[in-house]
Structures are given as C-alpha cells and as structure tokens.
C-alpha cells in the first residue's frame, strides 16, 4: 500500500470496561460489582496529516477512548496500530517514542499544568525527558514555542494560575508540541472557554497542523467547530462501535442523535478558520429608547398605607 494512503493510526475492535465500586450493602449481600462498558468494539483509521472529528453526547466514551490511544488508559480488547506497530505491545524505549509522536492537549488546562512549575520548567521537563535539547539550546527552544501559539517571551517566568483560561489552554499547546509530535489529540480543546478565545485557539491549531503537518484527533461537543475543523467525523455510540462519515460537497445531511455520526458538507469556497465575535455583523440603525422603561422602573418613595374600608376588602386580596 502507498505510504500516503497508509492509515498512521488504525484501530480495531477496542474495548474498555470500568467496575463501579460497590457500596456496604452490596459487599454484604455478596454482589458482583457492576461494569459499565466506555468502549465496545470501536475501530477506525486516521491518515497522515488528516483531522478526524470526534464528536457525541457526554459518557459515549470519548475521552476513554483518547486516553486509551496515549496508553493512559489499558484496554481490555482490541488493537491500536501506529504505523502498522502494535501500540498496546510497546515497552520500555519503544513505548516513550511512541509517547513523543502522540501527544494530548488535555480539556481542562489548569489541571493538567503543575501550580508549582513556571511554564519555562513545565516546557523544559518535556524537552529534556526526550534528550530533544541540550544547555542553552532548551531555552531557545522554549523561546520558540511560546513565540508558535502567540504567547509573550516573558510568560515563561510565571506560573499557571496567572494566566487566563484560553493563555493555559495555549500553553498546554505548547507542552504538547515541545516533543515534536506527529499526532496531536485534542481532548474538548476549547469546551470551557468563551466564543471569543474559541476562535483563537482554533484557528491557532489549523495553523499548526498546516505549519507542522500535524494529524489531529479532534473531540468535542459543538458539531459547528467540527464542521470547520475536520476531514471526517466519527461518533461513539452508547451501544458500541464508532460511526464514521466522509468529507464531501453537497446538502448538509440531518443530525440524527444516536444513529451514528454524519458529515457536515462544507459548501463551494468554505473556509476552516472561524470568525472572530469583532467580524460579527453588528446590528445596523439606531438603538430604540428605553428611557420610558428605565423610568418605571425605578423605586418609588414610600407614602405609607393607604386607609382601609370594610367594602374594599375582598377575598383576601387588597384593592386600591
């Protein structure tokens, strides 16, 4: 098979099962702790430089199923291939070159950065856990990352919880990046960030994946972001397997929950960077007055009750 046309990751009939803890009630009357199933026969292939998207409703299994890919998590079937070598079989050298060519940008940013590590110690640990630098070249290199997702050169001197969510979340780029990786997964990459900072850091990781010829493993809920950012989608199901759709121009097909995942058509000159909240149109003409309003609203002075006669009382309620 040409090597172009060669799927970089490849898996097959993956599985994963979690056992629930048992309660006191359940240790006493001898019950079996019960097995929730995150992954049942999942398979599917990414190829070189392709974005996959991967998209479905919360529990489907798709953070299992990333973390599964990075070797966090051991599944209990099926095969993961990179470039054609059995993940799941790796150990010792091999298994750290597999874990510098995929790397994971984690959904929460700030937990996954060290509160007592600046971002100079956080990118220089990667860097020389993978002996990629040596002396002065590390701090160059770190220069250079801060400098690829358009962050300050002295940002490298603070620590994470002086940042913002979308600075983090960039950082975390950067941590993933600094080991030179092939493959890039992002985990609900902007899932708690604003619209605004969304947009950046989306079109920051096409830039990326353009500049660095990344395969990128895209998660996440907003079926809008994978439109603009994916080749192809597949979607975890709460019945198992993983349904999969190819780009392709044409009518925009109907979401149809959990039957399986459906690609977004992307129209004739359809662009995959997405606009800023400032390119948004705003609303033309002037703005209607709401003195009117603003003056009913406003407080009253108090004049005391009015007087009360028998005949005014009815049922309870008071009529003036």
């Not at 090597?3 to 009630?25: E, G, Q, W």
């Not at 002396?135 to 002295?154: M, N, T, Y």
């Not at 972001?225 to 993983?242: D, E, K, N, Q, T």
């Amino acid at each position: 098979m040409d090597a172009a046309l060669a799927p970089l990751i490849a898996v097959r009939d993956l599985a994963m099962t979690f056992a629930r803890p048992r309660t006191v009630l359940d240790r006493l009357a001898g019950r079996p702790a019960k097995i929730v199933r995150a992954l049942n026969g999942v398979s599917f292939s990414v190829k070189r430089g392709e974005t996959l998207g991967i998209v479905g409703e919360s529990g489907c299994g798709k953070s299992t199923l990333a973390r599964c890919l990075v070797r966090l998590y051991q599944p209990d079937a099926g095969r993961i291939d990179y470039g054609g070598v059995n993940v799941l079989a790796l150990d010792g050298a091999e298994r750290r070159a597999y874990n510098r060519r995929v790397q994971m940008v984690f959904q929460d940013p700030y937990s996954s950065l060290n509160p007592r590590m600046t971002v100079r110690q956080t990118l220089a640990e990667a860097i020389g856990f993978h002996n990629l630098r040596q002396g002065d070249a590390i701090g160059q290199r770190v220069a250079e990352l801060l400098d690829l997702v358009r962050l300050p050169s002295d940002a490298a001197d603070r620590y994470p919880h002086e940042f913002s969510g979308g600075q983090r979340q960039r950082i975390g780029i950067a941590r993933a990046l600094a080991v030179e990786p092939e493959c890039l997964i992002a985990d609900e990459l902007v899932s708690a960030l604003d619209v605004s900072v969304q947009a950046q850091i989306v079109n920051l990781l096409l830039e990326l994946q353009a500049r660095l010829e990344l395969t990128v493993l895209f998660i996440a809920h907003d079926l809008r972001l994978v439109r603009h950012i994916s080749h192809r989608v597949a979607r975890p199901s709460l019945y198992g397997g993983l349904a999969q759709g190819s780009a392709g121009i044409g009518p925009r097909p109907a979401y149809r929950g959990r039957c399986g995942a459906r690609r977004i058509a992307e129209p004739a000159g359809h662009s995959r960077r997405l606009p800023l909240p400032s390119a948004l149109p705003l609303r033309h003409g002037p703005l209607p007055d709401r003195t009117a309003a603003i003056d009913r609203a406003r407080p009253r002075p108090y004049r005391g009750l009015p007087s009360l006669a028998p005949d005014r009382l009815k049922l309870g309620w008071l009529e003036r």
